[in-house]
């Protein structure tokens, strides 16, 4: 196109297309170099990538952002402006989707050569629409004006078989060989990304299968007139890549969601195999993490592969099996912990449940001295408490040789429930990795203004080692280094108040504290308890009006899973109670709350930078680790959390005195669910917590329909499982801790360095170093 006639969003795929060039020249030298020099390859299989956008991060990966930005200038475009245009890669749900963009980035930031395998969805995460607080979910079309990051990778696509029978077949020497029929087969095309590292050390690959029918035409059947049946098989098979399954959810989409996991673990693992010629020897050449119970499938689908493909005996195959795979944990709670109906296993792949079985056998008869029934009921693979259903977490950790949580609490708390009794017979396969974050995106591209001041104060070491952000704690108490930390938090700040008001029609005060609650809304994650606190702080600003009150902004944001009525009925009470405190007049330049719609990554990178506060104050013992909180303390927000995840070990690297922790403790909540009056005497004991729910519950925030909430407050009097009732208290007393340091700035700042300077020990580069060592056994510098 000629500049004259150029859209913006034309300008935004040429600025890509002319950098893809040189990414594409470094993709084939890594990929040349990781196959002549036979290193081992690190193999990352998760169902979800929350990627964001992508050109930001190359361009300053590659370090020609400001070449870019020049070029462009020079022809009158704004570089800003376009890449605002960029499409977000939104293909997961939250936490462990972004988990996974991250360890991406920092694998190809340390030069690891590594492939990470997942499913290309044409819809990824729903867009969030809000009305009158209602969310409505959208189909989001990332993919609408096509995809410049992403290559078409036909000539390596391959065969997924489903359903069928298996044929046993007796070899001349005797021996039973199992031959699988399956009665379906769709083909998985892969759509290769590459992943750019930082000072473009190496280029790797993320490959993503899309589905596709092995014939996209029933030409007889169209021929006959039957225009829509003669493309049904093409649409059932394509259906598999279509949408990606909200996970945070109880039981959803049950086989769609199960061929989806054995559609891009199958071919993965086939498109890996082709890597490395010798399959006895896979486990030299090839570690591959599972990420979560998604992939699990993979235990199964190996051991096929190397017995039944392969020829390979059983112990040898179990041997590589194991030695091959990881898998990493990232949830207790027991409605999240995937287990399938081993009916649907039979009929969907009938070949994988007789290995299970036989896995389990094994594993059984394993077993020395005298065992009791309940040690055998909770070490086999098979459930069978509600229907016999196949334990995915329990396959996944026979089949691998280590199993990690992602925090120490998570990590600790896995050894006591879950795993207690394979974690006995199999002592040392349970390890702790804690989860980090990439500080390429979640601090340098998405805060220039903090970067440059540290890299004035620190020296542009910190770009590449963060352990140097240390050196800030010398400066804490430093008048001119607090007031630039301010003002360009400020500019960040007004950015924010910018989008806020462009995207939720109201006008914040940037000098007010923001306090920021964004993540997944989910009742462990606790946005009911800042709600309540929120309707609490309005009553009390109502009955002292007159008194000094700090200004605070509340901002929240996330999405719930479509059928998580609880989790939508609390966004609407954002919006309602919202709404009551802007109709007062009272409580202007004191109290604001606002909803962001449609939390994603690009959002969450707008939010961060410009947050005074975060929110992390899940119910202790239920949040495996959290990646938000270390994106907000290591950009110098204050924490107001429980002792849950990974708050626990930021406390330890920011000091306790820089940190707000409040509530009861993971070992406290479990003694206090033992009571089910506890909610109704918390409430009892507080009449501040009385008088806010009674707000709530009596139609005060929602006049139009009296009793939205009454379901919703009396379950907490009733049946309080995630104490809200009993944390309240102190989350109030917490808060207005804060309150009163806000009105001490220096002592605020002074925390909020320490913050930073003590965030290091977060880069996901530190957690992938330690995943290399420990569990891939690759040298990594
Ligand atoms: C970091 C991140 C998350 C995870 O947030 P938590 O507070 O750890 O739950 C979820 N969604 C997005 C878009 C993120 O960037």
Known sequence: KDATVATPYDWLTASIEVVRDRIIDQWIKATKEAYEEKEKRVYYLSLEFLIGRLMRDAFSNLGVMETMRAALASLGVDLDLIAGLEPDAALGNGGLGRLAACFMESMASLGLPAHGYGIRYDYGIFRQVLAEGVQHEVPEDWLAFGNPWEFERPDLSCPVGFGGHVEEVTEEDGAVRHVWHPAETVTAVPYDTPVVGWRGRRVNTLRLWSARAPSPLDLDAFNRGDHVGATAGRARAEAISRVLYPSDESPAGRELRLRQEYFFTS????????????????????????????????VAELMRLLVDEKGIGWEQAWTVTRETLSYTNHTLLPEALETWPVELMERLLPRHMQIIYLINWHSLQSLEGPRTEDFIRSVSLIDETSGRRVRMGHLAFLGSHKVNGVSALHTDLMRETVFRDLASLHPGRIVNKTNGITFRRWLQQANPGLTAILVDVLGPGILDDPGLLAGLAAHEGDPALRERLRAARARNKIALARLIEERAGTRVDPSAIFDVQVKRIHEYKRQLLNLVETAALYEAIRAEPHRNWTPRVKIMAGKAAPSYHKAKLIIRLAHDLGRRIEEDPSMRGRLKLVFLPNYNVSLAE????????????????????????????????????????????????????????????????????????????????????????????????????????????????????FMVTDDFDAYWEAQRGLDALWADQAAWWRRSIANTAGMAWFSSDRTIREYAQDIWRMPVE
């Open 606 to 721: 707008r939010i961060v930078p410009a947050a005074d506060l975060s929110e992390q104050i899940s119910t202790a013992g239920m949040e495996a680790s959290g990646t938000g909180n270390m994106k907000f303390a290591l950009n110098g927000a204050l924490t107001i959390g429980t002792l849950d995840g990974a708050n626990v070990e930021i406390r330890e690297h920011v000091g306790p005195d820089n940190i707000t922790i409040f509530g009861l403790t993971a070992p406290e909540v479990a003694i206090r669910r033992s009571d089910p009056d506890h909610g109704r005497a918390a409430i009892a004991r507080s009449p501040r917590l009385a008088s806010a729910l009674h707000l709530i519950r009596s139609g005060g925030v929602s006049p139009d329909e009296k009793g939205r909430y009454a379901a919703l407050v009396d379950g907490l009097s009733d049946d309080d499982a």
């Open 267 to 298: 071919a993965s693992l086939r498109d890996l195999m082709r890597r490395h010629p010798d399959p006895g020897k896979l486990h030299e050449h090839a570690a591959v993490q599972l990420n979560d119970t998604h992939p699990a499938l993979a």
